[in-house]
């Protein structure tokens, strides 16, 4: 339900405002990772990429079946190595069946615990030029 209200706000917003529709990205952390995978398992074409922080499709935590859905959606995710809560495998794992799959996804491990993620990940100006190189077609 969370998620069709999502999209519902997304469509407002591109009705209300100039946007470049072909330029839509999806990013956060931990549980906000989570959320960024399933929300773009949910509708692959929407986004131009994807960037996840600590996160996780599942819990339990493993591959979805639909992974392969997301293989024409660029993904560059983080994760923290020492991550208490969500193990750097996790992620990895996903990035794995996704390259497998074909896809254009990668993962870079940060050294620092999981509440560091985040201010090493959104102060990088690398990341913002590889979001802006992304475009849907």
């Given amino acids: 339900k969370l998620i069709n209200q999502l999209f519902t706000l997304l469509g407002e917003i591109k ?6 529709t072909k330029r839509i990205f999806l990013t956060g952390n931990d ?11 949910r509708d692959p074409g929407y986004f131009a990429a994807l960037v996840p ?3 996780y499709a599942t ?7 639909n992974i392969c859905g997301l293989k ?4 560059w995710a983080f994760h923290g190595e020492r991550d208490p809560y969500v193990p750097a495998r996790v992620e990895q794992d996903l990035v794995d069946a996704l390259i497998a799959c074909g896809g254009d996804a990668k993962i870079t491990l940060i050294q620092q615990m999981k509440m560091d993620v985040p201010y090493r990940v959104y102060e990088d100006p690398n990341l913002y ?4 190189s992304q475009m849907q077609e």
């Fill in 129 to 132: 030029e590889w979001m802006l």
């Fill in 53 to 55: 922080l600590a996160g």
């Fill in 72 to 75: 024409n959606v660029p993904v």
């Fill in 31 to 41: 549980m906000g990772g989570n959320g960024v995978w399933v929300i773009g398992l």
């Fill in 15 to 20: 009705t209300e405002y100039s946007i470049d």
């Fill in 59 to 65: 819990y339990p935590f493993e591959v979805p079946e």
